[in-house]
């Protein structure tokens, strides 16, 4: 007498699983592009930050005296790509500083630009 049991597969195939991690890859792919465009624009905002404190405490004389101190703040944060980004102009007597640059992140079948701008006044 032969008894024919059936059981039931469980689990994932081979295929779910590639495409899971097919899937997970490319999340990695595009994190690993966007973070340190993530980490740039948070320190940006952080040197912006800064010049408007240490504004607060000793007012700044002309706009060469602001650009000196973002310049500083950028070598020391190994920046100075970014030098032409950062524009400062005085207007009714109040200082505001510009920051403009674009950065691509590449997605695989294609490429975004991701453009930031950024401002800060110093009354």
Do not use: C, W
Request: net charge positive; hydrophobic share 35%.
């Amino acid at each position: 007498m032969t008894i024919n049991i059936q059981r039931k597969q469980k689990g994932g195939s081979a295929i779910g699983l590639i495409i899971v991690l097919a899937i997970f890859a490319y999340a990695v792919y595009v994190g690993l592009q966007y973070i340190p465009q993530r980490i740039e624009s948070g320190t940006v905002d952080s040197i912006l930050d800064s010049i408007a404190e240490n504004h607060k405490t000793t007012p700044v004389q002309n706009t060469s005296e602001i650009l000196g101190a973002i310049n500083r703040q950028l070598s020391v944060n190994q920046m100075n790509d970014m030098k032409d980004s950062f524009h400062v102009s005085k207007y009714r007597g109040t200082y505001i500083i510009k920051v403009s640059y674009e950065r691509e992140l590449n997605l695989g079948y294609e490429t975004k630009t991701i453009h930031y701008e950024k401002s800060r006044t110093l009354d």
